[in-house]
């Protein structure tokens, strides 16, 4: 599966982007995704995960609360709703997906997306 995201930008602190994760290639409901974001200096964590059927997710304990991560299979496409954003969410996010949510939730995803830039500012 290849994966392309996208709606990254430039916002103020409080307030809210909706990033896209768009999936082409093999069937897209066959996978689990994961978004997950890396800041300069740091290592690449997992921020939300969502199941294949869009029943179960996991959320990071920084964005527990305010950000929201949600599937459309029908248009091959994950959404990270993210709200009430912090200076701290400052990061290149990725989205990535394996058939198996275990993989995605411990980091190692076989399909990864290119980045997209998240910028909050205070």
């Known amino acids: 599966v290849q994966l392309q995201a996208s709606g990254g930008g430039l916002v103020q602190a409080g307030g809210s982007l909706r990033l896209s994760c768009a999936a082409s290639?093999?069937?897209?409901?066959?996978?689990?995704v994961g978004w997950f974001r890396q800041a300069p200096g740091k290592e690449r964590d997992v921020v939300a995960t969502v199941n294949r059927g869009g029943t179960s997710t996991y959320y990071s304990d920084s964005v527990k609360g305010r950000f929201t991560i949600s599937r459309d299979n029908a248009k091959n496409t994950v959404y990270l709703q993210m709200n009430s954003l912090k200076p701290e969410d400052t990061a290149v996010y990725y989205c990535a997906a394996d058939s198996s949510l275990g993989s995605v939730l411990f980091g190692r995803p076989e399909n990864w997306g290119q980045g997209t830039q998240v910028t909050v500012s205070s």
């Open positions: 290639g093999r069937t897209f409901s066959s996978y689990a």
